[in-house]
C-alpha cells in the first residue's frame, strides 16, 4: 500500500489579525516573485505580512507592504524590505480575483506566507470582506461559548 505524503510545508509569516478582521470568503495559493537575498531572509522566518495587501494593477497581482528584513549577508545585493512584489497566478485565478474583489466591500488579505514541501516560497491570499465591530463581538461569543461547550464535555467525560 503507497503512503499517504503530508505536506510538509514551513510557514514563515501568518496574519493572524485577519481571520478577526475579516470573513474569509475564499483562498487561493499565489506564487512570489522574490529576489535571492529575499528567499535567504525568509528561510530564517522573521517576515511580516500583518499590514500588507494585494493589489490587481495593470492586469498583474502586486503583494504591497510586505515586509522581508534584509539578510545580513548579502551586503551589496540586499534587496528594499518593503518593495511592491509581483504574485503568480493563472489568468483564470486573477479575473476571478479580480471578480471577487469587484463586488462591494472586498479585499484581497494575505493570510500566510510559507514554502512548500518543494521548497518555492507561496503566498495564500484570502478574498475577504472587513467585519463590523458587532460581527467581531459575535466570533468573540461563539468561540468562547465552544471552549465553555469543551470543557464541560470533558468534566463529563
Known amino acids: 500500500?503507497?503512503?499517504?505524503?503530508?505536506?510538509?510545508?514551513?510557514?514563515?509569516?501568518?496574519?493572524?489579525?485577519?481571520?478577526?478582521n475579516y470573513f474569509i470568503e475564499d483562498d487561493l495559493e499565489t506564487g512570489i516573485v522574490l529576489e535571492g537575498s529575499e528567499v535567504k531572509s525568509?528561510?530564517?522566518?522573521?517576515?511580516?505580512?500583518a499590514e500588507s495587501y494585494a493589489s490587481v494593477e495593470d492586469g498583474e497581482l502586486w503583494l504591497i507592504n510586505g515586509y522581508i528584513p534584509?539578510?545580513?549577508?548579502?551586503?551589496?545585493?540586499?534587496?528594499?524590505?518593503?518593495?511592491?512584489?509581483?504574485?503568480?497566478?493563472?489568468?483564470?485565478?486573477?479575473?476571478?480575483?479580480?471578480?471577487?474583489?469587484?463586488?462591494?466591500?472586498?479585499t484581497l488579505v494575505p493570510l500566510a506566507l510559507y514554502f512548500n514541501e518543494k521548497g518555492y516560497a507561496k503566498l495564500k491570499l484570502g478574498i475577504a470582506k472587513g467585519k463590523k465591530m458587532a460581527d467581531k463581538r459575535e466570533t468573540e461569543k461563539k468561540r468562547d461559548w465552544n471552549r465553555q461547550k469543551a470543557r464541560l464535555l470533558r468534566e463529563r467525560g
Open 1 to 20: 500500500m503507497a503512503e499517504k505524503r503530508e505536506a510538509k510545508q514551513k510557514i514563515v509569516a501568518e496574519n493572524r489579525k485577519a481571520r478577526h
Open 42 to 49: 525568509l528561510r530564517t522566518g522573521k517576515a511580516n505580512i
Open 70 to 106: 534584509a539578510y545580513d549577508r548579502a551586503r551589496a545585493f540586499g534587496h528594499e524590505e518593503r518593495r511592491r512584489r509581483k504574485l503568480l497566478v493563472t489568468r483564470r485565478e486573477l479575473s476571478k480575483l479580480w471578480q471577487g474583489i469587484g463586488r462591494e466591500g472586498m
